[in-house]
């Protein structure tokens, strides 16, 4: 049996959660899915990352309407990701805000990522049918935005590299509160195919340096306390650093991209094996730390097409993994 492409055959549904981390901050998370954070104001609400489909979006508006009745005035992307954007006009935000470099990549590759993303994951993007095309953002910056929702003060951080070029952080200062994106994950395997190995890790150095009590993370549960959020951030780290220096340790020793594969796999498989979309992430992560070692600078983009030929070319690479 053939290996199923990417996460086709994943289609067991996840239980959501939805806590409350610190005075204003709150974490819709999902099993490894997509999360989703809240952040209520004096007067108004921001949703960071927003679900896949406005459809999808909906569970999140009814969360966050049994705590509180002020409007979602915020959506922030913490990065162009279609599984994070494109549930965005469900929330009818005054303003959409990403990074300058977020909405570039989202002007260059919005358009592949939507269909590359929509056949990698089906079942995250139920109702497809209801996205009405990109989400645009409306306010962008670099390096750093403050917000003030009355006395609250909320700071979008742009701190480096890692996941993608224009990864945010939203970051609570007064409550030491931080919603990571994709730049932490726990418990899931962070997804490197459009990632800059190279930086990641000290990225992840400044969030350590924020000293975070509590962090939402891309995909996995809230991380409360210090340690714990150090714990996530650290293991995220070690995976990033295990991979690239699996896949660099190959490219020096002149192998293709199918022998550094597997061997990349059987490296990483089992200290990291269970995080969830394990299987699914390997072959673009792989794929691109070998670019990355080769000297490509930039992630190339992934489209529909590409996707399919990069998963049969590694098919069959992993003895016993079919
Ligand atoms: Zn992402």
Not at 45 to 70: F, G, H, L, N, Y
Not at 87 to 100: E, H, N
Request: overall charge negative; aromatic content about 10%.
């Amino acid at each position: 049996m053939p290996k199923a492409f990417a996460s086709q055959a994943d289609l067991a549904e996840k239980a959501i959660s939805f806590e409350r981390l610190s005075e204003h901050a709150y974490a819709y998370t999902t099993e490894g899915d997509p999360n989703t954070g809240i952040v209520v104001g004096d007067d108004a609400v921001m949703v960071i990352d927003t679900q896949a489909t406005p459809v999808m979006a909906q569970e999140v508006i009814r969360r966050v309407a049994s705590v509180t009745t002020k409007p979602i005035a915020y959506v922030v992307l913490t990065h162009y990701h279609a599984v994070r954007v494109l549930g965005a006009s469900a929330y009818k935000p005054q303003q959409v805000i990403s990074s300058q470099d977020t909405h570039d990549l989202i002007v260059e590759r919005g358009e592949a990522d939507m269909k590359s993303e929509i056949e990698r994951f089906p079942r995250l993007f139920r109702a497809a049918e209801s996205i009405p095309g990109l989400t645009w953002p409306t306010l962008t910056f670099r390096g750093e935005m403050r917000l003030h929702l009355g006395s609250l003060e909320i700071r979008l951080l742009q701190l480096g590299r890692g996941h993608t070029k224009g990864d945010t952080v939203v970051w609570l200062p007064q409550e030491k509160t931080l919603f990571s994106g994709d730049l932490v994950e726990f418990g899931a395997t962070p997804y490197c195919g459009d990632a800059y190995f190279t930086d990641w890790p000290a990225t992840l150095d400044a969030l350590t340096s924020l000293e975070p009590e509590n962090v939402v993370p891309g995909r996995g549960a809230a991380l409360r306390g210090g340690d714990a959020a150090q714990a996530g951030i650290a293991g995220t780290r070690s995976f990033v650093r295990d991979l690239f220096a699996a896949v660099q340790e190959g490219v020096a020793a002149g192998k293709i991209l199918r022998d550094v594969y597997a061997a990349a796999y059987e490296r990483l498989a089992p200290t990291y094996g269970k995080w969830v979309i394990f299987e699914h992430c390997m072959p673009f992560n792989v794929s691109r730390a070998y670019d990355e070692a080769a000297g490509y600078r930039d992630p190339r983009v992934w489209t529909a097409q590409r996707d399919r030929e990069l998963w049969q070319s590694l098919e069959g690479s992993i003895a016993g993994a079919s």
